[in-house]
């Protein structure tokens, strides 16, 4: 069974730029998470997506938004990149039911100039 | 506010002897707590969950955890070291507000097994 991929892996932009990553999950999980994981600050929730729709998001300024496509995959954009979003970009998929654990990506390196 | 607490950065431990990696946490309700270990320029893995039931939960790679509510804790632990186990552990607890919820990590462990 084939896991949670990312793309890409690798990502340099500069600053003021928009940066899009791409997320898919595991076969018949409708649940994707995104986490920004910077260095010495662990996980941050970044947004929920399940069936469609956004159903909560973290504590992030809008500039961080994103999309859930019909086939479960999403993307997280970033607009207005500043210095501080450099971090590497987690994605996970879940079952949708509470209290499932989650299946983690490889990540996206995101990093601005 | 909800939180989960892992209040050592890194813990050191001998091959072959016994290792324990804390967590407390805080929520309201009845709290779903996980664990997940990340391993050098890999994804997290998940190793144990408790969402209900016997306080002591068995996971992965002989891994265990025992949920104490008097001391809101979900200590991860594991009888024997291996040099292998070394790598970065996550807590993390499931935060229900407002009709949804998300995942609260805590900053993470790191794990150090010495041979």
């Known amino acids: 069974e084939a896991g949670v991929t990312q793309s890409p892996t690798h990502l340099i932009k500069t600053r003021g730029q928009q940066a899009t990553l791409r997320c898919s999950p595991i076969?018949?999980?409708?649940?994707v998470y995104w986490y920004q994981q910077a260095l010495g600050l662990g996980l941050q929730f970044l947004l929920w997506?399940?069936?469609?729709?956004?159903?909560n998001r973290g504590n992030f300024p809008p500039r961080f938004s994103g999309r859930q496509f019909p086939n479960y995959s999403s993307e997280l954009n970033v607009n207005a990149l500043e210095l501080e979003d450099s971090a590497l970009y987690l994605c996970?998929?879940?079952?949708?039911?509470?209290?499932?654990?989650?299946?983690f990506g490889p990540g996206t390196r995101l990093t601005v100039l | 506010a909800q939180s989960v607490a892992q209040p050592e950065d890194q813990v050191n431990v001998a091959e072959g002897n016994p290792l324990t990696v804390k967590c407390t946490y805080s929520?309201?309700?009845?709290?779903?707590l996980f664990w997940y270990v990340q391993y050098p320029n890999r994804g997290l893995q998940f190793l144990l969950k408790?969402?209900?039931?016997?306080?002591l939960v068995k996971g992965s790679y002989g891994f265990e955890a025992e949920f104490n509510k008097s001391q809101t804790s979900f200590h991860l632990k594991k009888p024997s070291a291996l040099v292998s186990d070394s790598a970065l552990y996550f807590c993390?607890?499931?935060?229900?507000?407002?009709?949804?919820?998300?995942?609260?990590f805590g900053t993470g462990t790191r794990l150090k097994v010495l041979a």
């Open positions: 996970a998929s879940s079952l949708s039911t509470s209290g499932h654990e989650q299946f």
């Open positions: 076969s018949g999980h409708t649940s």
């Open positions: 997506y399940d069936e469609g729709e956004e159903r």
């Open positions: 929520v309201s309700g009845n709290p779903y």
């Open positions: 408790y969402i209900t039931g016997d306080n």
């Open positions: 993390a607890v499931r935060d229900w507000n407002s009709g949804t919820y998300k995942y609260i």
